[in-house]
């Protein structure tokens, strides 16, 4: 009896040893240089609620815009997530919506969405009055297919939309003048296959993400493709479904991988760097704000996540 006790107690401190330093390896790989700081949201259609919250931008004060899919609206908080005001309504009038996804804002306050099921882009004030539009459906210059996705802007306020299903992207002035496009269906340097979101770093680069070619391709301002990197796969450098793009104040590199829930993070040119490993369900976009601050749209959890990073 005393034996079988004695072999019980050596497998139980065995077992809780082992268990103790699995736990201890997976929560730090699991917080690395960042930690849950807010998160924000319920599912629902009152203020501060959300049904499938997409995609973020952030205005010179630090507020937040966030595209509200299905209530065809957009909500605008604090960067501690405090409701300030929202806007839009389902329809195709000037200041609806149908499913906006994209958004950005520009030096002066602007805000510009991606109204995809209309496959036009909407300008508004800070606090949602409708300025000007332009887009139909279609494939030409200027034209939209029914999934007009991510818009970002570069520092003199040209924007940049990457449409789906037309495999390209397009750029404009901020008045919604063409300037130029590129891309085309394929999985050439430059093509792609349904590009999701894109991002313009301090230096002028813009990164795209090749959602269904499962890589990252880097651009000059007009277009001309620079490197790439990715691979279907979860070992690193490698992506399920990069989605999501966001850039540091360093110029660091971060992509939503919603197929692997988790958040890797590359140097400028594609170097693999860290990995954020969290408890999300199906992730979207996103932001990074001015103090290099992360924020996440959890789609299916209809929240919004904030980290910031662990300052040793």
Same mark, same amino acid.
Do not use: C
């Given at each position: 009896?005393?034996?079988?006790?004695?072999?019980?107690?050596?497998?139980?401190?065995?077992?809780?040893?082992?268990?103790?330093?699995?736990?201890?390896?997976?929560?730090?790989?699991?917080?690395?240089?960042?930690?849950?700081?807010?998160?924000?949201?319920?599912?629902?259609?009152?203020?501060?609620?959300?049904?499938?919250?997409?995609?973020?931008?952030?205005?010179?004060?630090?507020?937040?815009?966030?595209?509200?899919?299905? *209530?065809?609206?957009? =909500? $605008?908080? %604090?960067?501690?997530? !405090? &409701?300030?005001?929202? #806007? +839009? /309504?389902?329809? @195709?009038?000037?200041?609806?919506?149908?499913?906006?996804?994209?958004?950005?804002?520009?030096?002066?306050?602007?805000?510009?969405?991606?109204?995809?099921?209309?496959?036009?882009?909407?300008?508004?004030?800070?606090?949602?009055?409708?300025?000007?539009?332009?887009?139909?459906?279609?494939?030409?210059?200027?034209?939209?297919?029914?999934?007009?996705?991510?818009?970002?802007?570069?520092?003199?306020?040209?924007?940049?939309?990457?449409?789906?299903?037309?495999?390209?992207?397009?750029?404009?002035?901020?008045?919604?003048?063409?300037?130029?496009?590129?891309?085309?269906?394929?999985?050439?340097?430059?093509?792609?296959?349904?590009?999701?979101?894109?991002?313009?770093?301090?230096?002028?680069?813009?990164?795209?993400?090749?959602?269904? *070619?499962?890589?990252? =391709? $880097?651009? %000059?301002?007009?277009? !001309? &493709?620079?490197?790439? #990197? +990715? /691979?279907?796969? @979860?070992?690193?450098?490698?992506?399920?479904?990069?989605?999501?793009?966001?850039?540091?104040?360093?110029?660091?590199?971060?992509?939503?991988?919603?197929?692997?829930?988790?958040?890797?993070?590359?140097?400028?040119?594609?170097?693999?760097?860290?990995?954020?490993?969290?408890?999300?369900?199906?992730?979207?976009?996103?932001?990074?704000?001015?103090?290099?601050?992360?924020?996440?749209?959890?789609?299916?959890?209809?929240?919004?996540?904030?980290?910031?990073?662990?300052?040793?």
């Amino acid at each position: 009896m005393n034996f079988l006790m004695l072999l019980f107690l050596i497998f139980f401190t065995s077992f809780s040893f082992s268990s103790l330093i699995f736990s201890l390896n997976f929560s730090f790989a699991s917080v690395s240089e960042y930690q849950l700081q807010l998160r924000w949201g319920t599912a629902g259609t009152g203020n501060g609620q959300f049904m499938v919250p997409h995609s973020m931008a952030f205005d010179s004060e630090g507020n937040i815009y966030v595209t509200d899919v299905n *209530n065809h609206r957009i =909500q $605008k908080f %604090t960067s501690d997530g !405090e &409701f300030i005001t929202k #806007w +839009g /309504s389902e329809g @195709n009038g000037d200041g609806e919506f149908s499913s906006p996804e994209g958004i950005d804002v520009d030096s002066i306050g602007n805000v510009y969405v991606a109204d995809t099921g209309n496959s036009r882009i909407q300008k508004f004030t800070s606090d949602g009055e409708f300025i000007t539009k332009w887009g139909s459906e279609g494939n030409g210059d200027g034209e939209f297919s029914s999934h007009a996705h991510g818009v970002t802007k570069d520092s003199f306020d040209n924007f940049y939309i990457t449409d789906r299903f037309n495999h390209n992207v397009q750029k404009f002035t901020s008045d919604g003048e063409f300037i130029t496009k590129w891309g085309s269906e394929g999985n050439g340097d430059g093509q792609f296959n349904e590009p999701h979101s894109s991002i313009v770093d301090r230096f002028g680069n813009v990164f795209v993400s090749d959602m269904n *070619n499962h890589r990252i =391709q $880097k651009f %000059t301002s007009d277009g !001309e &493709f620079i490197t790439k #990197w +990715g /691979s279907e796969g @979860n070992g690193d450098g490698q992506f399920g479904l990069p989605l999501g793009i966001g850039s540091d104040s360093k110029g660091n590199i971060f992509i939503i991988d919603q197929a692997t829930s988790s958040i890797p993070k590359f140097s400028n040119q594609g170097q693999i760097l860290n990995k954020i490993i969290f408890n999300f369900d199906k992730l979207e976009d996103i932001e990074i704000d001015s103090n290099d601050d992360i924020y996440v749209t959890d789609r299916n959890k209809n929240e919004i996540l904030k980290f910031s990073q662990i300052i040793n």
